[in-house]
């Protein structure tokens, strides 16, 4: 029997899901069959009609509360959490304000702590459990300069991921998708121009930058039943991750 996932008759809410690596990653669970229901601050004009939206600041828990509440209230379920709200300008680490480090760390791990809480209450009711996937990114293993604050909330979700994926079971599974270099409408503001997208992408061992709907097969996956075993894991979607400098650099016979 041939393997698939159908999300039909199930609810699932992406976080940041109107634009870049959060509408990717709805498309998949639309394409799975998901009702699908996405979040931000400002909601753009050209979102799918099937999709349910809500203008929230996630950073406020309340609101975080009261929005996973509504949707239940209107669907009387949720299945699928994914926190992918996230992100962060750049910033010198030596100057940056105590203001602009609370509001990265608010908007890349708190606002997935207050999502998670109020999912998990619903989901430990419901006959099936429920999923969460956390969106983690590399900058939370490596060192991560202009975004220190952004690699140390992501760092924290990691550790929040692995504790909730064990606290939370049964009923509930929460995994990480720790995430690299993606391709998004906005790619160009990191990158350059088309020949600036091309050069990065060949730094990577796999030879290209990920596009969304890659991050969001590896969270389908982990929603599904196919992952009914994992829990408290991180999937790196990173496409092999970073090539080892010292191996671009020519021998050179030092007389030792």
């Avoid at 609810?11 to 634009?19: D, H, R």
């Avoid at 809480?117 to 989901?123: G, L, P, V």
């Avoid at 009711?125 to 969460?132: K, L, M, T, V, Y």
Wanted: proline letters at 5%; glycine letters at 10%.
């Amino acid at each position: 029997m041939a393997l698939t996932i159908d999300f039909s008759g199930r609810v699932a809410l992406i976080t940041g899901g109107t634009k870049g690596v959060g509408r990717g990653i709805a498309r998949r669970y639309a394409d799975a069959g998901a009702t699908v229901v996405v979040c931000a601050r400002n909601l753009p004009d050209d979102l799918p009609a099937d999709w349910t939206a809500f203008a929230v600041d996630l950073r406020e828990p309340d609101e975080a509360s009261g929005m996973i509440d509504a949707i239940v209230e209107r669907f009387g379920r949720l299945d699928m959490l994914v926190n992918n709200a996230g992100g962060s300008p750049p910033s010198d680490t030596s100057t940056a304000s105590a203001n602009f480090a609370q509001k990265i760390v608010a908007v890349n791990l708190f606002s997935a702590m207050w999502c998670s809480q109020a999912a998990n209450r619903h989901m430990q009711n419901q006959a099936e459990g429920g999923s969460i996937v956390n969106i983690g990114s590399v900058s939370a293993e490596r060192p991560a300069p202009t975004v220190a604050a952004y690699g140390a909330a992501k760092a924290g979700l990691a550790n929040y991921t692995r504790t909730t994926g064990q606290e939370w079971l049964p009923k509930v599974r929460v995994n990480l998708v720790t995430v690299g270099m993606v391709r998004t409408e906005l790619a160009h503001l990191h990158y350059g121009d088309e020949e600036g997208v091309r050069r990065t992408g060949a730094q990577i061992p796999i030879g290209r930058l990920a596009w969304p709907e890659e991050i969001g097969d590896a969270c389908v996956y982990l929603s599904s039943s196919l992952a009914s075993y994992v829990s408290g894991a991180t999937i790196e979607v990173h496409g092999g991750g970073d090539w080892p400098p010292f191996l671009d650099t020519p021998f050179r016979d030092t007389g030792r």
